[in-house]
């Protein structure tokens, strides 16, 4: 499995080498025979300084194959099991994966017996085999588990050790992103920034990113979660971005405020939103977002980037009492991404 924060490191080195090069072009480091286009030389000649300088620019840019080609995006459609809540946890995995995913985002709570109060799927306190027992559950029906909710705002009572906790459960699972968002109301982004410091390396040392997501309040927004994460400045801390909860907490566009954050998206949470005729969220393409210019903006980056679907259900109308109709909208989910990403990521040639 592609790992996402070694790709972010990567495409550091990538940017740092490409900045290096531009200098080095203006400068004339490389000597001008590389760069002299005269017809004298000979085809040996040009071809071998060709290759010279296509040598030289193998370090990259990052979203660039070494053509100059754009380099897509990989996405990974997921379903969350939250919107199977109403059913056991194996249940919704084998609807997930007879509904065509191949990836899983853990949800929060899951009823063991139908009839009974929904429990925790991990709790906090868990140890991080249980999270590993849990993995290999989703990987026996051939669905790789990418993401995780935490459960814990960071400005909590002891969300440092909780959080702490939650990323070894995500490193022994193998899962690569834990989830967190703020209070709806407000948030104290001091606390903030001070606590993701202290929790980046932790992150580091599990191979695990630690996303925030918009979630109304002081971080509602990426343009926020994003001022967040450049002060903390770490590869490990990221940005999920959730469209539907800009939309709905602060009635914001959310085309154009992922345009501020849009570098340091590594997931999203997907849920479509409709303020007509009655403000509520949905599964995407029922609502009002535009999902082509939502994800083309991270459509080239050449990084995994997984989409879950958090939200797949229909508005206006009750949601479904069985888990074969939940199958069917997380379906109708999976097919509607698919057909976004693939017109976006159309070649000119196709």
């Given amino acids: 499995m592609r790992d996402s924060a070694k790709q972010d490191q990567i495409l550091t080195n990538r940017r740092s080498c490409l900045q290096v090069m531009s200098a080095a072009f203006c400068s004339g480091a490389f000597g001008p025979t590389i760069f002299n286009c005269s017809p004298a030389l000979g085809a040996e000649q040009w071809n071998a300084r060709s290759d010279q300088l296509k040598t030289k620019l193998e370090c990259g840019n990052p979203g660039v194959t070494s053509s100059g080609s754009p380099e897509l995006t990989h ?16 249940r919704a995995l084998q609807g997930i994966k007879e509904s065509g995913f191949e990836y899983v985002a853990w949800g929060t709570k899951h009823v063991e017996k ?4 929904p429990l925790p799927l991990l709790p906090i306190e868990a140890p991080p085999h249980s999270a590993k027992q849990l993995a290999q559950q989703c990987r026996d029906l051939g669905l790789e588990p990418v993401m995780m909710f935490s459960t814990v705002y960071p400005e909590d009572k002891n969300a440092l050790s909780k959080l702490a906790s939650r990323i070894r459960q995500a490193g022994a699972a193998g899962i690569r992103q834990v989830l967190t968002f703020g209070h709806s109301e407000g948030s104290n982004l001091r606390i903030w920034i001070e606590r993701l410091r202290k929790l980046a390396p932790i992150a580091g040392d599990h191979q695990v990113i630690l996303v925030i997501k918009q979630h109304g309040g002081a971080t509602g927004t990426g343009q926020a979660c994003a001022q967040i994460v450049r002060e903390v400045d770490h590869a490990n801390i990221r940005i999920n971005y959730d469209a539907g909860n800009v939309m709905d907490y602060l009635d914001i566009d959310p085309i154009q405020d992922i345009q501020a954050c849009a570098d340091l998206v590594r997931s999203f949470c997907i849920k479509d939103h409709r303020n007509w005729p009655q403000d509520e969220d949905c599964g995407p ?22 989409l879950c679907c958090e939200n797949v259900f229909a508005p206006l109308v009750s949601p479904p009492s069985t888990p ?3 199958d069917k909208l997380a379906s109708r989910a999976r097919e509607f991404l698919a057909t976004v990403i693939s017109g976006i990521q159309r070649q000119p040639n196709e």
Avoid at 82 to 89: A, C, E, H, S
Avoid at 114 to 117: F, V
Avoid at 290 to 301: A, N, P
């Fill in 75 to 90: 996405f990974q459609i997921a379903c969350m099991t939250l919107p199977y809540q109403r059913f056991p946890f194996q």
């Fill in 114 to 117: 139908l009839g009974e109060e």
């Fill in 285 to 306: 393409g029922f609502g009002q977002i535009d999902h082509y210019r939502l994800l083309h903006t991270v459509g080239f980056t050449g990084r995994d980037l997984p």
């Fill in 324 to 326: 074969e109709d939940v």
